[in-house]
């Protein structure tokens, strides 16, 4: 069955940290995968996308994600976190040519000032 | 330029009542998904329209029903609520012609409590 898991439910950090978030997926065929960010009070919006083509995607403030087809992997990374970062992030996939879009749980990520 | 709007923002039904939510996909889409996201969880996908019909649905029963209209806005009914009914609602559009590779924009959703 389709499947998107991420590893870590919670993640504390201090500002200037580095950031990696974990994110596993179980697709047969083309994958798509997306990362969203939900910021307190706001709506879940498009942190990045990959669909084909360099496995590495930049995306909006800094982010980025790597697609590793061997390890069915893509991790989001910020080599530098803002306090502004807080929010809660969630990486999503589906199949090439199926609408349907599978969400993980969640990350909630808290960084220090 | 109007993203997606969702009304109401929140709704307190007790179990056994029916509800509707109501969804105005962003200008310019003509696809609407909605997904329930459980308090701790990601958001589940419900059924996605297209062309005022069904186009797929997720692991729901059919107590969840939708419907699109000609406008492209869209609604959400739950028959014989449940309290594990209660959740945010979430509503996204996107273009169809784009297919997954689109973004998907989502609304603020509709908090659903069930008493």
């Known amino acids: 069955a389709q499947s998107v898991s991420q590893h870590n439910h919670h993640v504390i950090l201090s500002e200037a940290a580095s950031l990696e978030l974990g994110c596993n997926y179980s697709y047969g065929g083309t994958v798509n995968l997306f990362w969203y960010v939900q910021y307190p009070g706001q709506h879940l919006q498009l942190l990045l996308k990959?669909?084909?083509?360099?496995?590495l995607v930049k995306g909006i403030k800094g982010f980025e994600a790597e697609f590793i087809k061997s390890k069915f992997s893509f991790n989001l990374r910020k080599p530098s976190v803002q306090w502004s970062d807080t929010a809660e992030y969630f990486c999503a996939g589906g199949s090439e040519g199926d609408d349907k879009i599978i969400f993980g749980k969640g990350t909630r990520l808290h960084i220090l000032p | 330029d109007a993203g997606v709007t969702q009304s109401p923002t929140h709704l307190i039904k007790t179990r056994g009542q029916q509800v509707t939510l109501r969804c105005s996909p962003k200008?310019?889409?003509?696809?609407v998904s909605w997904y329930q996201q459980a308090l701790g969880q990601g958001p589940q996908f419900i059924f996605q329209?297209?062309?005022?019909?069904?186009?797929q649905r997720g692991n729901f029963p059919d107590r969840f029903s939708g419907h699109q209209f000609p406008n492209y806005s869209s609604e959400l009914n739950v028959n014989a609520l449940l309290l594990g009914d209660s959740a945010l609602y979430l509503c996204?559009?996107?273009?169809?012609?784009?297919?997954?590779?689109?973004?998907?924009?989502f609304g603020p959703g509709t908090r659903l409590t069930v008493l």
């Open positions: 996204a559009s996107s273009l169809a012609l784009a297919g997954l590779t689109d973004t998907q924009y």
């Open positions: 200008s310019g889409h003509d696809t």
């Open positions: 329209y297209y062309e005022e019909e069904e186009r």
């Open positions: 990959y669909f084909s083509g360099d496995p």
